[in-house]
């Protein structure tokens, strides 16, 4: 079980990290999008291991299902070859690449703070399966965060309504 | 178990692949896509810490999240319909028509 578990991690960690930088890198968007696919359904694996259950079938439907068929539909309505064939990154890169490198040194730093002997550990799984999560993750919802929940529903029929807007084609 | 520390390390090196995405790439889409990699690390981040002290706080927070994506996704993606359809281009340095 802890074997399993860590080469479960170990997979999905490089998965994920190997289709990003495939994602950032290469020069077809089309493939570009897919490993982004990639990187998302192996972060969903991640989810899994956390027993974040009702966050995992939302990040493969969702995520997966959703938004990437939105870029995918985007990328074949605009122009791939003439992209395809410009240069890729943009002339500030050495820079931008040394920001991030401080930005990695940074949150580096701010782990290796907060690490204690026995500080950031999880706690053992519960002995039986006990399929609570996706009602705990009701409960929570549509208690606690209830005025949230209904601010993210306004926010998502203003994000539609621009859409829609900002897409439709200017005639004359 | 394995330690908390490793989710965080994926979390970080996710979002420092994301933001070197959005900050050295020319074509505007996959900046957008760098965005949602981005988003998605804070959602390991939020999911560890949700399990390390048992409870769902930090799911709800990442549902928040990923609504906040989609509405992001849907708004970005119809900017760059527009803009391409005025302007033929989706390099981002070509988008210079309010720079004076």
Known sequence: ?????????????VLAVASAVLMVTRRNIVH????????LLATAGIFLLLEAEFLFIVQVILYVGGIMV???????????????????FNRQWFVAATLALVLAAQFLYAIWAVRRPGMLRLPAPAAELAPKNTEAVADALFSHYMLPFE?????????????VVMAKRRVG | MIPVDYYLFLSLTLFVIGVVGVLTRRNVIIMLMSIELILNAVNINLMVFSRMWGSVDGQVFAIFIITDAAAEAAVGLGIILAFFNNRETVLADEMDIMKW
């Open chain 1, 1 to 13: 079980m802890q074997t399993l578990n860590q080469a479960l991690f170990i997979f999905f960690a």
């Open chain 1, 32 to 39: 570009g999008a897919v490993f982004l696919i990639t990187t």
């Open chain 1, 70 to 88: 939105l870029f995918v539909f985007v990328i074949m309505l605009v122009n791939l070859d003439v992209s395809m064939r410009q240069v890729q």
């Open chain 1, 151 to 163: 601010i993210a529903s306004i926010l998502l029929l203003v994000a539609m309504i621009g859409a």
